[in-house]
C-alpha cells in the first residue's frame, strides 16, 4: 500500500515529486505516532475482555433462536436452583424503561426491549441473562432456562413488510421519504433503468463484545466496556434501571476495532441489571457468534433507478426507490435513510429528481449505523447506472461523469447548496491520469497473481482485465438538526499538559489529533489524554467525522484559552499585545527578539486550565418532500480499481485500488493514510466477499469461516495518488472527514471494473461469481 510520503508535500498527478520539505516533528502537520502504540503492539494494551475485579461473577445470555415468535411461557426455576448460579434476570426484572434505542437526526427512537417479553422479533434477540461463579456454569444455566414458544411465520422481504401484520406496536414503516426536486414531468433523450441490491455487511470488530459491571456502595452501578458514545450509553442505562443519570457511570476501556457502533446495549445492560442484583462484579466476553447476532449491521437495501439524459450525456433526471431493511427495531434507520435519499444522485448535478426511500422493519438481524451508511449504498447504484448511460451514449465513462460533476454552489437534490470546497473533476481527473499497473504475467511461478490464488486459479488464458470508476460523497456529523456539540478542557502544569475530553478514540485518531493540537498551540511538547468516563462532559458519538471537527475545536478552543492566560502577562509586562508573541518548541519569544523565555519559566509552578465547548452551525430535518439544509460539511472520493476477472469460474482479484480525495487540510499524513487505506480494504469487503447470510431470518455461520473478510492477502495495492487540501472555513483546521468516503465509494469502483471486464451488469454487492463470468458471444 502506497501514499503520498509523510515528509515531502503531495505532487500534483503527471508532475515529478515536489522538492523535499523537513516534516515537522510534533505538531499539527507531524506524523505523530499513537502514544498507545507500543502497548498495543506489544499485547500489553487493557481491553475489557482484559478487565478482572474481586468477587467477579460471569454472565452469559440466552438468546432466541428463532425470528419471530410468541413467547408463552419462561421457566427460570432448573437454572436458579444450578450451584453456582447467583442470578437470573428477565424482562420482569427491568425495573425502569425496558425500552432502548440510538439517538437519530429525528429523536431518540427507544423500541428495543433489554429482554423479549411477549414476542421475539429476531433471530439472537435477548430472552433472559445469568450471573454464575463460573462462565462454563453461567452458560449451562442459560442452556437450563425453559422458553416455550408459540414460532411465528418471519418477515423477511422488506417488500412485504408494507402488508404485513404489524411487527412492532410503532407498525413496520420506520420512516418514508419522498424527495421532489424539479418537474417530475420533464424527461430525457436517453434513459436507463437499473435494480439493484446491496447486501448485510457486518461491522465484524476484530475484538468482540464484552464488558463488566461494577455495583456501587450509593446503589448505583459503573460499566466498563468499549462505547463508542458513553454518555448516550449511560443515560440508556440509568432509564433502563430506573436510576437517575449521575448513579449510573460509563468507563471507556480500549476498543478493539469500530467501524460502526461499538457495543450491543442488549450486553451492557443485562451487565447492569445482574451487577445490582447480585451485588458483584459481573462480566460478560461476547463469543463470535454472540457478537454476530447482537450488533447492528448495514442495512441491506434493494435500488430502482431511471436515469434521463440529453444526446450528450448531460444528466435531466433522476428517478429512484430505495427500500432500506432495517430488521426488527428502528435503531438509526432514519437517518440512514436521509442520507440514501439525499444522496441518491451522487456528486452531480442533477436538475430534476426523484426519490421515495423507506426503511422498514423485518424479522431479519437488526441494522443500523455503520461507516458511510446509506451513502454507500446508492453509490453502487447511481455509478452502475453511469456506466449504463455511458454505454448507451458510447462515452467514455470518465468522460460522461467529467460533464456532470457537482462543485462549489451547486444545488442537492434537497435543496442545499454545497458551500464547502467540492473537488470532485480535479479528484476525478486525478485518477484518470494516474499510471495504470502493468499486465500479469503467464508464467507458472507467478500463478499466485491470478484470480482465485494458487490453489483455485483457472485457465490464465480466461483472465481478463477491468478498470472501473466511481465517485462518492459522505456527510459529516450528524445530520437534520442534530446538536453537535463536544466539551474539553486543557491544562497545563511544569512543561507538561493534560487533555480531558469524553470523544472515544474509536482507531480514528482522535487521541493522537488532541495531543498535536496542544503541541501546535502551547508549544508544550508533552501532552497527555486523559481515558474516557462519563464524570467527563459529553463529545458525543465517535461517528461521521465528529470528534476532529467538534472534539477538536473544543480542544483547540481550550488551548488558545490557556495560552491567552499565559501570555497576557508578558505582553502585559513588555507592552505588547499576546498576538506579538509565539510559542513553539516549549519557548516563548517576541515578534522583534526581545523576549525569549520559556512555558516552564513564565508557569513558575502555577497550573492553567481552561474549558470550551465546539459547537457547528445549525442544520434542520428534511420536509415533506425532501428539501431542508440537512448536512454541516460533505466529503469527497474519486476511486479507480483494476482487476482481474477469471471470465470462466467467475473469481475476482483486485490489482489496484488509486484514490484521490477530498480531505481539507492534512493533520498527521500516516494517520490519514493508514485510515483511507483502511477505509478502501472494508469497501473491499462490502464489493466481493462480506454478506451476512440468512435463512428465513435465521443467520447462517454467525462466525468467521461463513462470513468471509478480506485478509491481508486479498488487500490489493492502494495507491492514493492525490489528496486535495482545500480547506473547509467553517471547519476547525479546515479538515474533512477520512475514513467513511472511501468506504463508500469503492464497492462501486470494484463492480464497475468488473463490469468492464466481463460485460455483465453486476447490479449486487457483494459480487457474486456467477455475476463475474463473462457473457456468451452473440
Known amino acids: 500500500m502506497t501514499g503520498p510520503d509523510a515528509a515531502t508535500a503531495t505532487p500534483a498527478v503527471g508532475e515529478g515529486p515536489a522538492p523535499a520539505e523537513e516534516a515537522p516533528s510534533h505538531g499539527l502537520g507531524a506524523s505523530l505516532a499513537p502514544a498507545d502504540a507500543l502497548a498495543k503492539t506489544t499485547g500489553t494494551f487493557p481491553y475489557a475482555a482484559d478487565l478482572w475485579a474481586e468477587g467477579l461473577l460471569w454472565a452469559a445470555i440466552l438468546r432466541s433462536p428463532h425470528p419471530h415468535a410468541r413467547i408463552v411461557s419462561i421457566d427460570t426455576g432448573q437454572a436458579a436452583e444450578m450451584p453456582g448460579v447467583r442470578a437470573v434476570v428477565t424482562h420482569e426484572d427491568v425495573p425502569g424503561d425496558a425500552s432502548h434505542g440510538r439517538s437519530t437526526g429525528e429523536g431518540t427512537v427507544c423500541d428495543r426491549p433489554v429482554f423479549a417479553k411477549d414476542m421475539v422479533r429476531h433471530h439472537g434477540e435477548p430472552i433472559a441473562a445469568v450471573a454464575a461463579d463460573h462462565p462454563d456454569t453461567a452458560r449451562l444455566a442459560a442452556a437450563a432456562i425453559a422458553v416455550e414458544y408459540e414460532v411465528l411465520e418471519p418477515v423477511t422481504d422488506p417488500e412485504k413488510a408494507f402488508g404485513a401484520d404489524p411487527l412492532h406496536p410503532d407498525g413496520n414503516v420506520i420512516r418514508h421519504i419522498p424527495l421532489s426536486y424539479g418537474d417530475p414531468e420533464i424527461t430525457g433523450e436517453v434513459v436507463v433503468e437499473g435494480l439493484y441490491r446491496v447486501g448485510r455487511q457486518d461491522p465484524a470488530p476484530i475484538g468482540a463484545e464484552a464488558g463488566l459491571a461494577v455495583p456501587r ?26 436510576l437517575e443519570p449521575d448513579r449510573v457511570k460509563v468507563v471507556v476501556t480500549g476498543v478493539p476495532g469500530a467501524m460502526a457502533d461499538r457495543e450491543d446495549a442488549g450486553m451492557q445492560l443485562p451487565l447492569g441489571l445482574l451487577a445490582l442484583r447480585t451485588g458483584c462484579p459481573v462480566k460478560l466476553a461476547a463469543t463470535r457468534e454472540e457478537s454476530f447476532l447482537g450488533h447492528a449491521h448495514r442495512h441491506p437495501t434493494l435500488l430502482r433507478y431511471r436515469h434521463h439524459a440529453d444526446s450528450e450525456g448531460r444528466l435531466v433526471k433522476v428517478e429512484a426507490q430505495i427500500l432500506l431493511d432495517a430488521g426488527a427495531y428502528a435503531d438509526s434507520s432514519a437517518e440512514s435513510l436521509a442520507a440514501a435519499v439525499a444522496f441518491a444522485a451522487g456528486p452531480y448535478v442533477v436538475p430534476h429528481a426523484f426519490v421515495e426511500g423507506w426503511a422498514v422493519r423485518t424479522n431479519n438481524p437488526p441494522s443500523g449505523h455503520v461507516r458511510g451508511e446509506g451513502a454507500l449504498q446508492v453509490c453502487a447504484a447511481y455509478e452502475g447506472q453511469m456506466d449504463k448511460l455511458a454505454a448507451k451514449l458510447g462515452l467514455d465513462p470518465v468522460e460522461l461523469r467529467r460533464r456532470n460533476v457537482l462543485a462549489t454552489g451547486d444545488l442537492l437534490p434537497t435543496g442545499q447548496t454545497v458551500t464547502c470546497p467540492a473537488p470532485v473533476a ?72 493534560t487533555v480531558i475530553c469524553a470523544a472515544v478514540e474509536t482507531g480514528q485518531g482522535f487521541s493522537t489529533l488532541a495531543r498535536q493540537i496542544v503541541q501546535d498551540v502551547l508549544g508544550v511538547e508533552e501532552v497527555h489524554v486523559a481515558s474516557v468516563d462519563t464524570d467527563q462532559p459529553p463529545a458525543g458519538p465517535a461517528c461521521h467525522g465528529r470528534h476532529t471537527w467538534v472534539s477538536g475545536g473544543a480542544v483547540e478552543r481550550a488551548a488558545k484559552m490557556v495560552r491567552t492566560q499565559l501570555l497576557q502577562p508578558l505582553a502585559h509586562k513588555f507592552g505588547m499585545s499576546t498576538e506579538l508573541l509565539s510559542i513553539a518548541d516549549g519557548k516563548i519569544t517576541s515578534y522583534d527578539g526581545v523576549l525569549s523565555t520559556t512555558v516552564a519559566e513564565t508557569l513558575d509552578g502555577k497550573e492553567l486550565w481552561a474549558t470550551a465547548q465546539c459547537r457547528p452551525h445549525p442544520t434542520e430535518p428534511l420536509d415533506e418532500t425532501g428539501q431542508g439544509d440537512a448536512f454541516v460539511g460533505l466529503a469527497f472520493c474519486a476511486v479507480r480499481a483494476v482487476v482481474d476477472v477469471d471470465i470462466e469460474l467467475g473469481s475476482v482479484r483486485v490489482v489496484e485500488m488509486a484514490v484521490a480525495q477530498d480531505v481539507g487540510r492534512v493533520l498527521n499524513p500516516r494517520q490519514l493514510n493508514a485510515r483511507i487505506e483502511a477505509g478502501v480494504t472494508q469497501g473491499l469487503g462490502a464489493a466481493l466477499t462480506e454478506n451476512l447470510r440468512t435463512s428465513r431470518g435465521v443467520v447462517r455461520r454467525p462466525d468467521l469461516t461463513g462470513y468471509a473478510l478480506p485478509t491481508a492477502l486479498d488487500a490489493p495495492d492502494i495507491r492514493i495518488v492525490k489528496l486535495v487540501e482545500e480547506r473547509d472555513v467553517v471547519a476547525p483546521f479546515g479538515a474533512k472527514a477520512a475514513s467513511a468516503v472511501p468506504v463508500v465509494t469503492s464497492p462501486a469502483a470494484v463492480a464497475a471494473a468488473v463490469r468492464a471486464a466481463t460485460g455483465r451488469p453486476v447490479n449486487r454487492l457483494p459480487i457474486r461469481p456467477q455475476a463475474a463470468v463473462a457473457m456468451p458471444p452473440r
Not at 448505583?220 to 433502563?240: F, K, M, N, Q, W
Open 426 to 497: 480535479e479528484l476525478l481527473d486525478a485518477v484518470r491520469e494516474a499510471p495504470l499497473p502493468p499486465l500479469p504475467k503467464d508464467a507458472p511461478e507467478e500463478e499466485w497473481l491470478l484470480p482465485g490464488g494458487p490453489e483455485g486459479a483457472g485457465d490464465p488464458g480466461a483472465v481478463r482485465r477491468g478498470v472501473g470508476y466511481a465517485l462518492g460523497m459522505v456527510h459529516m456529523l450528524g445530520a437534520e438538526g442534530a446538536d453537535e456539540v463536544s466539551t474539553a478542557t486543557v491544562k497545563v502544569n511544569g512543561g507538561e499538559a
Open 217 to 242: 456502595p450509593d446503589g448505583g452501578v459503573e460499566i466498563y466496556t468499549a462505547s463508542t458514545d458513553p454518555h448516550a450509553d449511560r443515560d440508556l442505562a440509568a432509564a433502563c434501571f430506573g
